[in-house]
């Protein structure tokens, strides 16, 4: 059952018996919140779906807890969720993740049912000075089209990290891919060749040993 803790948690969006969850009345008295622990990356997960109103992605929350195992959580330096379907408003309770891993520099969310909401969700955390990502795959998600080019074309300006960007399989106009090739071009990097994809169950996580 939900805690009191909980339920000062998520405030505003519970009401005294439901919740809405993307159009879905859910009795609160019957649920149960997935079994995380105290802290980690785990309920950070959990606790930012309640804030922005998403259902808890199980293939996310499952490759999370992976990440919670590691000794050395900090040390991750790949993200793969290849292939998990985040949609529309997946992105968004992710960035607080992204944002605790220091050394994180390949975000990999091919064929992850993205779309420009997304890519604009993803682009508030890029533009952080402390963001360290150096490749960026988001091929295969093909309602990624020219706002959100327009948008990472002008992310390049500011950020100075970002080399790499698989935009194979979207549909950003060629004048976009264009620009956002010359910008990385003079980094020494590039739009990348596509990555393979690869199943939910063989998400992979990379840390510096």
């Known amino acids: 059952m939900l805690t009191q803790d909980d339920m000062t948690l998520v405030g505003d969006y519970f009401s005294r018996r439901a919740m809405v969850v993307k159009g879905v009345d859910l009795d609160i008295s019957h649920w149960e919140p997935p079994d995380v622990s105290a802290d ?23 490759f999370v807890k992976t990440i919670d195992d590691i000794e050395d959580r900090e040390g991750v330096e790949v993200w793969d969720l290849t ?52 490749t960026l795959d988001l091929s295969e998600n093909d309602r990624i089209n020219a706002s959100a080019g327009r948008l990472i074309d002008s992310l390049l300006l500011t950020n100075t990290h970002l080399a790499h960007i698989n935009l194979d399989g979207t549909n950003i106009p060629p004048n976009f891919l264009e620009k956002i090739t010359k910008k990385l071009a003079r980094r020494g990097g590039g739009v990348s060749i596509p990555v393979q994809c690869k199943e939910p169950e063989n998400m992979q996580v990379m840390i510096r040993r």
């Open 83 to 134: 292939g998990v379907y985040l949609g529309r408003n997946g992105v968004a309770p992710l960035v607080p993740l992204w944002e605790s891993m220091p050394r994180l520099a390949r975000l990999l969310l091919g064929r992850s049912g993205l779309d420009s909401h997304s890519v604009a969700a993803m682009v508030r955390y890029l533009k952080k000075p402390s963001c360290p990502l150096v």
């Open 40 to 62: 980690g990356l785990a309920r950070l997960y959990v606790n930012q779906c309640f804030l922005h109103k998403v259902r808890v992605n199980s293939g996310v929350l499952r």
